[in-house]
C-alpha cells in the first residue's frame, strides 16, 4: 500500500486506494470521494418484530453519521474559505516553501506550470472547500474539494508536488 504525506507537515493526505486522475500537466491531482453512513449497521435477521411485540423502530442506530470517505480516513481538517487575496498570499508562500525541497529537475517543472495550477483553482474558488492534514499546521498543503455539475460526491484535488509516497 502507498500512503501519500504531505512533504511539508508529513501529515498523512492520501493513498492509493483512491485512485487520482493528473490535471493540469501533472500538477494536481483529483481524486473522487464518496459520502459513506458511518456507524449505522443494520442486520436483517428475518424476525417480525411487531409480530415479536418489538417496537418498530428496533435495531435502528441513531448514532450513524454521513462522513466524506476520504475526510474522515485522513482526517482531514477543514478550514474557513479563501478570498482571492488570501488565496493568492497562501499560494506565494506554498511555492516558498515547496520548492527548495523538490529535486532540481522537478523544480524547474513545477515553477513552470504552478502558474496554470493557480489559475484552474482560482476559477473555482468560490466553489472550493478548503482542508488541512491532522496536524493543522498553516505551511501544509491544502486539499480542496468541490461538487462536479450534478456530482453527489465531492471530488478533491491535490498539488501532486507536495505529496512524498511512502510504501506501507
Same mark, same amino acid.
Given at each position: 500500500m502507498? @500512503?501519500?504525506?504531505? /512533504?511539508l507537515?508529513?501529515?498523512? /493526505?492520501l493513498?492509493?486506494s =483512491? ?7 501533472g ?9 459513506? @453512513?458511518?456507524?449505522?449497521v443494520?442486520? #436483517?435477521?428475518g424476525a417480525?418484530?411487531?409480530?415479536e411485540?418489538?417496537?418498530d423502530?428496533?435495531? @435502528? ?6 462522513v @466524506?470517505?476520504i475526510?474522515d480516513?485522513f482526517?482531514?481538517q477543514e ?9 493568492v ?6 511555492i516558498k516553501? /515547496?520548492t527548495p525541497?523538490?529535486e532540481?529537475?522537478? !523544480?524547474e517543472? =513545477?515553477?513552470?506550470h504552478?502558474?496554470?495550477?493557480t489559475k484552474?483553482?482560482l476559477?473555482?474558488?468560490k466553489?472550493l !472547500?478548503?482542508f488541512?492534514g491532522e496536524?493543522m499546521?498553516? #505551511?501544509?498543503?491544502?486539499v =480542496?474539494?468541490?461538487? *462536479?455539475e450534478g456530482a453527489?460526491?465531492?471530488? =478533491?484535488?491535490?498539488f501532486a508536488y507536495?505529496?512524498?509516497?511512502? *510504501?506501507?
Amino acid at each position: 500500500m502507498l @500512503v501519500y504525506q504531505d /512533504l511539508l507537515t508529513g501529515d498523512e /493526505l492520501l493513498s492509493d486506494s =483512491f485512485p487520482y486522475k493528473e490535471i493540469e500537466n501533472g500538477m494536481l491531482w483529483e481524486v473522487e470521494g464518496k459520502w459513506v @453512513v458511518q456507524g449505522a449497521v443494520n442486520v #436483517d435477521i428475518g424476525a417480525n418484530p411487531s409480530a415479536e411485540g418489538g417496537e418498530d423502530d428496533e435495531g @435502528v442506530d441513531d448514532q450513524a453519521v454521513k462522513v @466524506v470517505d476520504i475526510v474522515d480516513t485522513f482526517r482531514l481538517q477543514e478550514q474557513p474559505p479563501f478570498d482571492k487575496k488570501q488565496f493568492v498570499t497562501y499560494i506565494k508562500r506554498y511555492i516558498k516553501l /515547496l520548492t527548495p525541497k523538490l529535486e532540481a529537475e522537478k !523544480q524547474e517543472l =513545477f515553477k513552470k506550470h504552478i502558474e496554470g495550477a493557480t489559475k484552474f483553482l482560482l476559477s473555482k474558488l468560490k466553489d472550493l !472547500q478548503f482542508f488541512v492534514g491532522e496536524s493543522m499546521h498553516d #505551511d501544509g498543503s491544502l486539499v =480542496f474539494a468541490y461538487y *462536479k455539475e450534478g456530482a453527489t460526491d465531492p471530488t =478533491f484535488i491535490y498539488f501532486a508536488y507536495g505529496l512524498k509516497e511512502i *510504501k506501507c
